[in-house]
């Protein structure tokens, strides 16, 4: 089946601190894997995406880079802001169209000055 | 530039009330969806649908009902409220042949009592 496994939080760090979230994931087809952001009280917000192995997708400075080998998506951020903390969603579809997304449990990231 | 509005943002029901949720896009968006977020859980697919006048059950469609009123339009109902139907609700719309890239609302969150 489908599913995303990623890293249990809270996380909490400091600001310019370098931030990692794992994510892993277990998909039957070949899927596009995203990150989503929420920020407290608002909805999810698409923060980046890659639709194939190898691919970087990027925004904010935060990057992740799709891993088929590793079936991996990690996070990644080289200097946290307090602006940053919220809760971040990794997400797999393997559908086009009327698709559903596949997330994992969430990471919440509080970043103190 | 409203995207996805929902309403209420808060609502608080007696086991056994009924209540329907309202959400409307004014993306253009063919694809609808309802999610339900619990701690530790992630998000969960109630119902979807793939285009005005389909509606189709996802992972936790018991204890709900939808109507896709129209493009803009997408319902959801409560017709007997549990203490389990107690979460954060969020609708969702996507552009046609994007795979992934929801649009959400902010959320409804909902207490049963």
């Known amino acids: 089946g489908n599913s995303v496994t990623q890293m249990e939080g809270p996380v909490t760090l400091s600001e310019e601190a370098f931030l990692t979230i794992n994510c892993t994931y277990t998909a039957t087809g070949y899927p596009s894997l995203f990150w989503y952001v929420q920020y407290p009280g608002e909805g999810l917000q698409l923060l980046l995406k890659a639709t194939k192995a190898d691919d970087k997708g990027s925004n904010k400075g935060f990057e992740a880079t799709y891993r088929k080998e590793t079936t991996s998506f990690h996070l990644e951020k080289g200097s946290v802001q307090v602006s940053d903390s919220a809760v971040y969603f990794c997400?797999?579809?393997?559908?086009?169209?009327?698709?559903?997304?596949?997330f994992g449990t969430g990471t919440r990231l509080t970043v103190i000055p | 530039n409203a995207g996805v509005t929902q309403t209420p943002k808060f609502q608080v029901l007696k086991t056994g009330q009924s209540m329907t949720l309202q959400c409307a896009q004014d993306?253009?968006?063919?694809?609808m969806y309802w999610y339900r977020q619990d701690p530790g859980m992630g998000l969960r697919l109630i119902y979807y649908?793939?285009?005005?006048?389909?509606?189709d059950k996802g992972e936790v469609p018991n204890g709900y009902n939808v109507s896709r009123l129209n493009k803009r339009e997408f319902s959801l109902r409560l017709e007997s409220a549990a203490p389990s139907q107690t979460s954060v609700y969020f609708c969702?719309?996507?552009?046609?042949?994007?795979?992934?890239?929801?649009?959400f609302g902010e959320g409804s969150r909902l207490t049963v009592l």
């Open positions: 649908s793939a285009s005005e006048g389909t509606t």
């Open positions: 993306m253009n968006h063919n694809s």
């Open positions: 969702a719309s996507i552009r046609q042949g994007i795979t992934g890239e929801l649009f």
């Open positions: 997400a797999l579809s393997v559908q086009t169209g009327a698709n559903n997304l596949f």
